[in-house]
Structures are given as structure tokens and as C-alpha cells.
């Protein structure tokens, strides 16, 4: 198989992308807001909670974001923890989207990698 065909990213965009996860999360905030977390509706015929939504949406996140994690170690090898305080952030703790931002344009900071364990 083509590694191609496992990424069919070549007409992603990144800022809309963003965007419009952005936008979903401000819509879904707005619905649950006058709702406290044991509130109950209908889910497949049974009662479900918005705490079980929330849960599974969290297990969701992880569970893609642990994928996610496993294909970036086969990319560059790189295992274990990120040193998250980087000179190219100013000195300061680079946020997670920086650092990704950082290695998807293959930068490294001059002073230690910014990619990877560093």
C-alpha cells in the first residue's frame, strides 16, 4: 500500500479545519449550558446523562488522540515525555498546538529539539 493512502491530507487546511472544530465546540457549549450534568434525554430508547456524553466524548478524545500519538512515534521515533518550555516560545511553556504547529513545519529550536524528547 501507497503510504499516500494513508493520509489523505494534500488538501487539508489547517485554519479551517480549526475553525470549524472551533465553531462545533462554541455550539455545543451554548446547548448544554442551562443544563446541569445529571440531566437526563434519550439515547437509542435509554435515559442517557450528559456526564456519560461528556465521558464518552472525553474517551473519544483520548482514544483518537492515543492513534494519533502511536503514528507520530513510527514518523519520528520520538517516545516518552516533551519538554514543553522552548527559547523559539520565548522562554515560555510552548502549548501543545505551538509544538505541533512547530514539527508539522519540521522547525527545531536552536538551542534543543523542540521535536520529539526535547
Keep these: 500500500m501507497d503510504d499516500s493512502e494513508l493520509v489523505p491530507l494534500d488538501d487539508a487546511d489547517w485554519e479551517a479545519d480549526l475553525a470549524a472544530w472551533q465553531a462545533e465546540s462554541e455550539s455545543e457549549r451554548a446547548a448544554v449550558a442551562n443544563h446541569e450534568l445529571d440531566e437526563t434525554g434519550i439515547r437509542h ?9 461528556y465521558v464518552h466524548m472525553i474517551e473519544e478524545y483520548a482514544r483518537h488522540n492515543g492513534h494519533a500519538d502511536l503514528i507520530r512515534e513510527l514518523i519520528d521515533g520520538a ?5 514543553l518550555v522552548c527559547p523559539a516560545a520565548g522562554d515560555r511553556p510552548a502549548t501543545p498546538i505551538e ?14 529539539r523542540c521535536r520529539g524528547n526535547g
Excluded: D, K, M
Excluded at 45 to 52: D, M, Q
Excluded at 79 to 83: C, I, M, Q, R, S
Design 45 to 53: 430508547g435509554e435515559p442517557c446523562s450528559l456526564r456519560w456524553i
Design 79 to 83: 517516545v516518552g515525555l516533551v519538554t
Design 99 to 112: 509544538l505541533a504547529e512547530r514539527q508539522a513545519r519540521g522547525a527545531r529550536c536552536s538551542t534543543h
